[in-house]
């Protein structure tokens, strides 16, 4: 199961698993669309890999 780490590794944004301003990369390493777009450019700083939007998970209805 895909980790949804709970905030941005470069800001420490909180990214709630409902996010849509949650960005990862392959190894699950999780960053904001501000810090994703620039300075990363939507590229890793630890593997170099492509950021790419993290799918958000919503709370289940009772």
């Given at each position: 199961m895909l980790e949804l780490k709970p905030d941005c590794e470069r800001c420490?944004?909180?990214?709630?698993?409902?996010?849509?301003?949650?960005?990862?990369?392959?190894?699950e390493c999780t960053f904001c669309l501000d810090c994703a777009k620039t300075p990363l450019q939507h590229r890793c700083p630890n593997c170099g890999g492509e950021l790419v939007r993290r799918p958000a998970r919503h709370k289940k209805e009772a």
């Open positions: 420490g944004k909180a990214l709630p698993p409902d996010s849509t301003q949650a960005l990862i990369c392959s190894y």
